[in-house]
């Protein structure tokens, strides 16, 4: 049973900066895509970044510039760096591997105060 566990999440105010952390059991990260979508409260749950076992990385427009995702295979832990956060940022951020359709972490709760 592979499990994601999303963790880093809290309360920060705008200008500030956190980091998620996705911890996996295995090397998944090295053999499925890696991705990070988040939902904020009301609406639907939306594309953040994502990056391909190559490591090509894709970019929502509305977090170019102030997010970086990242993996380190040897501690089975993929990464959202975030910076610049405003409060259109407070959502539940979510890891996933493989893309919609595939694991998903339970996710982490992240909110941006004015």
């Known amino acids: 049973q592979v499990q994601l566990v999303e963790s880093g999440g809290g309360l920060v105010q705008s200008g500030g900066s956190l980091r998620l952390s996705c911890a996996t059991s295995?090397?998944?990260?090295?053999?499925?895509?890696t991705n990070w979508y988040r939902q904020a409260p009301g609406k639907q749950r939306e594309f953040v970044a994502a990056k391909t076992i190559s490591g090509t990385t894709t970019y929502a427009d509305s977090v170019k510039g102030r997010f970086t995702i990242s993996n380190n295979n040897a501690k089975n832990t993929a990464y959202l760096q975030m910076s610049s956060l405003k409060p259109d940022d407070t959502a539940v951020y979510y890891c996933?591997?493989?893309?919609?359709?595939?694991?998903w972490g339970q996710g982490t709760q992240v909110t941006v105060s004015s």
């Open positions: 996933n591997a493989g893309g919609p359709a595939g694991i």
């Open positions: 295995g090397s998944i990260f090295s053999r499925y895509s």
